[in-house]
């Protein structure tokens, strides 16, 4: 079971403020606070500040926690159960024909979901009923279905974001609606089968704005308003992409209103054909909320807002946008008196964090990197948002130590990515006709580059300390995948330090078996006063090094190791453009690059139904895979010699197998692939050799998988994992964060809606990015509660020593967190 049900027998109560006001500065370059727009739809609150500031205006339904687990927020998850009968009244919106229609009543639903949402009172004060959750639901259908040639209610966006989810929803079903919360059902033909979560988030319902507010935007955006277009997800031209927040579009918000109060139709349609529905759920027009007083309210209250606030954001968060002065670029974020009701749940014995701890949060904008440093330094902000360099902030945690933490976020991952084109048993390749030798065809030669790469050189060296090693597609902060990895990571053998002269050696015996190959095939491959060469010419092994960043550098890096293995490198230093479109979208038979210095974006904590794609992702998106009939060849068997000798008790027992626990349960998985594996965790179902069709049911042994995957994949190397590299938030110690994210830091709501008035007693040495002493744990759950300023962390080094020390702890001892 991936979690438990919080039963909650009260909603979250209220708890005295902490702390007067928050200042937060960021830095927004390009002169504007904001790089999108506020709306309810799959276009708004895209980028990373509005994101960030909606973060504070509205409850997501759950959260993810540190512990790389989802938990209960807004709403709780009641039940999930499989394989259950569509009822008559389980309904979706009919675009085509307006009105509430049950297709799949009567049909069988892989799964219905149950939800339990806390209703309470928008920030203007007014109720949110079951009329908010339907119209919002209405919605997603409605625009994102073109219902004819001339369809003003469709976005193609929309479209393009929801259509997909769409298609497996078979209904939704009200069970319960009261005046603290909603209970319904999901049918849908959709199962994750080792997770009632990833199962259960596919498809949830809950309302970001009033639907009195939300009909003003769908009717601005179908109609246009006094003459001016608008558009969800763009800007038309001589129009406005719809913005909840821009002070230039408020008094087409305060005009539309006014029309829908002056027209006297003031429920539409999608909820006036809710009314046949209601009566099958036993539900009154006025338990739901759908009467034209509450819509004459609802109306009147957007208009009251936009005149006193110069904004539409009506949200149902603890906090509301008193101003914003896009000129100044400052936002004044007010704690609301709204009524907020939840099911928020527990983080190692810690309550996710609910009431407020500020009266007021004030947002600024800064052009310039430095002054936002040094403002935060000497106390004028208490978060600088930005995540920096280490080098960026060194020099004022120097002057200014005693007044500052940095906290780690994980910005991005490296790998070197291996060209592999051509006989995994001799090199050739046939290139534009032409015959010619790829080291890196052989699987022996790329799996040694894991030894001949220094991970840690590539921390300490290229990255100054502000990074760790790295061993697989997860980066630490991913403590669930991270910990099962590693397992197997050191199993192999593989440290952070490796080892050169094995490397060679490594790489020499399988040069000297290829040659025995290419003998037969009238070739010569032969070493020389330490130099590789093929029919009489030196073997060259093109890098391309990226130059945007440090990157650079560790190709100058790999250029160096690979000249002591014996081959001549020819570095190609090269932009993003050239080098994408060179290895990701040219043949690579034509041997333009051998060895790619590749860097992926952290986009945050994934559940396990997104990690189940990594070894299918990364073993296809690589060349010659993408387009082509390319399989990792390489079996359990393979894996089961490499680490235990082909001792299955003793794999089994090396690197922790929980569901495939014994010789007999494994024995049917020896002659499967890595191809195999890798697409039995992304589709749960794979028939693989001997015609056997395994499914993935539970998650101890997707886990096992995930092992196995990782196994594989290693011993194939298409890529070698090399570094994950950090950035700083800097923040002042007036201030802490009781639930760091793991791999973001500050960055995600979870963290910044516990960031709280520090105590009195604030340590003034360790920064809060990790403890100084490092242990080493295998468990999928993280050890201890994320770290925040603690009296036991000062015991620890700080500045620039702390950092470099702590990256040249070796990652196997490392405890995640």
Not at 415 to 444: C, H, W
Not at 597 to 616: K, N
Request: hydrophobic residues 40%; glycine residues 8%.
């Amino acid at each position: 079971m991936l979690f438990s049900v919080f039963l909650v027998a009260k909603p979250a109560s209220a708890q005295t403020v902490q702390g007067d006001k928050l200042k937060i500065v960021y830095l927004a370059a390009q002169g504007s606070l904001f790089m999108g727009v506020f709306n309810p739809s799959p276009s708004g609150m895209t980028d990373v500040y509005t994101n960030r500031i909606w973060y504070f205006l509205n409850d997501p339904m759950i959260m993810m926690g540190p512990d790389a687990q989802r938990h209960n927020y807004r709403c709780q998850l009641v039940d999930v159960k499989y394989n259950v009968q569509v009822p008559d009244d389980a309904v979706i919106w009919n675009g085509t024909e307006k009105k509430w229609v049950s297709p799949y009543a009567g049909k069988t639903a892989t799964s219905a979901v149950t939800w339990k949402c806390g209703l309470g009172t928008w920030v203007d004060g007014q109720k949110i009923t079951l009329a908010d959750y339907l119209f919002s639901y209405a919605m997603t259908w409605e625009w994102a279905y073109q219902d004819g040639k001339d369809d003003k209610y469709y976005d193609e966006e929309w479209g393009n974001n929801y259509q997909g989810t769409l298609e497996t929803i078979m209904g939704l079903k009200v069970n319960k609606v009261t005046d603290d919360y909603i209970e319904y059902t999901v049918y849908q033909d959709y199962i994750v089968p080792y997770s009632k979560w990833a199962t259960a988030l596919n498809f949830g319902v809950k309302p970001s704005v009033p639907w009195e507010l939300y009909n003003v935007m769908s009717e601005m955006v179908a109609n246009g308003v006094e003459g001016k277009a608008f558009s969800w997800s763009e800007q038309p031209q001589g129009g406005y992409q719809i913005d909840m927040i821009d002070p230039d579009q408020m008094k087409y918000f305060k005009a539309e209103a006014q029309a829908i109060l002056n027209s006297g139709k003031l429920i539409p349609v999608w909820l006036e054909t809710a009314k046949d529905v209601l009566q099958k759920w036993g539900i009154s027009e006025e338990q739901a909320g759908i009467t034209t007083d509450l819509a004459k309210k609802g109306y009147e209250s957007v208009i009251s807002w936009v005149d006193k606030y110069n904004n539409a954001i009506i949200g149902d968060g603890p906090y509301y946008v008193e101003k914003y002065d896009p000129k100044a670029m400052t936002v004044v974020l007010k704690m609301a008196n709204n009524k907020r009701i939840g099911y928020p749940g527990e983080v190692n014995g810690k309550k996710l964090p609910w009431d407020p701890y500020w009266k007021e949060i004030d947002i600024y904008g800064s052009l310039n990197d430095d002054t936002a440093i040094l403002a935060v330094a000497k106390g004028e902000y208490d978060l600088y948002w930005y995540a920096r360099p280490y080098n960026k902030i060194a020099k004022a945690l120097q002057e200014y130590g005693d007044n500052l933490n940095p906290m780690k976020t994980i910005a991005v991952w490296w790998s070197v990515n291996l060209n592999l084109v051509g006989d995994p048993q001799t090199g050739l390749v046939n290139s534009s006709g032409q015959t010619k030798f790829n080291p890196f065809a052989l699987r022996e030669v790329r799996y040694a580059m894991n030894w001949l790469i220094n991970r840690q050189y590539i921390v300490s060296q290229v990255l100054q300390g502000s990074g760790a090693p790295l061993f697989g597609t997860a980066v630490s902060g991913q403590v669930d995948a991270y910990s099962n990895y590693m397992m197997v990571a050191k199993a192999l053998g593989f440290t952070p330090q490796g080892d050169e002269a094995y490397a060679i050696k490594m790489i020499d015996e399988a040069m000297n078996k290829a040659a025995q190959a290419l003998k037969a095939k009238g070739h010569t491959l032969e070493k020389k006063d330490g130099v590789w060469y093929f029919d009489g010419e030196p073997v060259t092994v093109k890098v391309i090094a990226r130059v945007e960043d440090e990157r650079l550098d560790e190709g100058k890096y790999l250029a160096q190791i690979l000249q002591k293995a014996g081959f001549k490198v020819d570095l190609l230093q090269w932009q993003r453009s050239q080098a994408s479109k060179a290895v990701y979208l040219s043949d690579p038979t034509t041997l333009q690059w051998h060895v790619y210095t590749e860097g992926w974006v952290v986009s945050g904590i994934q559940d396990v139904a997104s990690l189940a794609w990594d070894f299918w992702f990364f073993d296809i998106y690589v060349d010659p895979n993408w387009g082509t009939d390319y399989h990792n060849p390489m079996t359990v068997k393979d894996l089961v010699d490499a680490t235990a000798n082909g001792d299955l008790n003793k794999f089994i027992s090396t690197i922790g197998l929980k569901y495939y626990n014994t010789p007999d349960k494994l024995k049917p998985l020896l002659d499967w692939t890595g191809y195999d594996l890798a697409n039995l965790l992304a589709y749960a179902k794979w028939t693989g050799p001997n015609n056997d069709t395994v499914k993935l049911q539970s998650l101890d042994q997707f886990w096992d998988l995930y092992k196995l995957a990782y196994g594989t994949h290693s011993l194939n190397a298409p890529r070698v994992y090399t570094a994950e590299t950090w950035n700083f938030f800097l923040l002042n110690k007036r201030i802490k964060v009781e639930f760091v994210d793991p791999i973001s830091g500050v960055g995600s709501i979870l963290s910044a809606r516990s960031i709280e008035p520090a105590p009195k007693e604030t340590p003034t040495t360790t920064p809060q990015t990790t403890s100084s002493e490092e242990k080493q744990t295998t468990s999928s759950q993280p050890t201890s509660t994320p770290t925040s300023s603690t009296s036991e962390e000062s015991k620890g080094l700080c500045g620039p020593a702390f950092i470099v020390g702590l990256a040249i702890v070796p990652l196997l001892l490392r405890r995640r967190k």
